[in-house]
């Protein structure tokens, strides 16, 4: 049994689109931290396939990208996953940890600001939450404030 995919699997449900979309960056973080160290201990194999793996977790990314609803950011992130994706090739090719860790730095800004829209994505909801009770008030007594009203 692997806890960890267990804890990831509970913390995805109920999760919302901005929360994934930041933890899959934390994943590509996570393979790029795994693909430096592997390059530091000259561990060609596990490189490749941790560099492999933040292409693919990328590749998906790109191809959530809603063009028509998204506008000019979601042409800037298809461009910014274009760039990352030929960063990491150069990487690997270049095995150059100083382009891994720059990848590292440049990926925790954006997941930041995914972040930052998902702490405001809440915040909204619960501000919603808080007047819906008001609004949605069904007692006779509101009803018939309703139906008496001749404006």
Not at 58 to 82: C, K, M, P, T, W
Not at 115 to 128: F, G, I, P, T
């Amino acid at each position: 049994m692997d806890a960890g995919r267990l804890y990831r699997e509970g913390t995805i449900e109920g999760a919302s689109a901005v929360a994934l979309v930041a933890r899959l960056y934390e994943q590509i973080v996570k393979d790029v931290r795994q693909a430096l160290n592997a390059l530091e201990q000259n561990n060609v194999e596990l490189r490749t396939k941790k560099i492999n793996h933040a292409i693919l977790v990328i590749g998906y990314l790109e191809s959530q990208l809603n063009h028509e609803a998204g506008g000019q950011v979601a042409e800037d992130l298809r461009n910014f996953y274009r760039t990352l994706r030929q960063n990491l090739v150069q990487a690997q090719f270049k095995r150059s940890k100083l382009l891994l860790a720059q990848l590292i730095t440049d990926l925790l800004a954006v997941r930041e600001a995914w972040l930052e829209v998902e702490r405001a994505e809440r915040a909204a909801m619960a501000d919603a939450a808080r007047l819906v009770p008001a609004t949605a008030d069904t007692s006779s007594a509101s009803r018939a404030a309703h139906v008496d009203w001749k404006g």
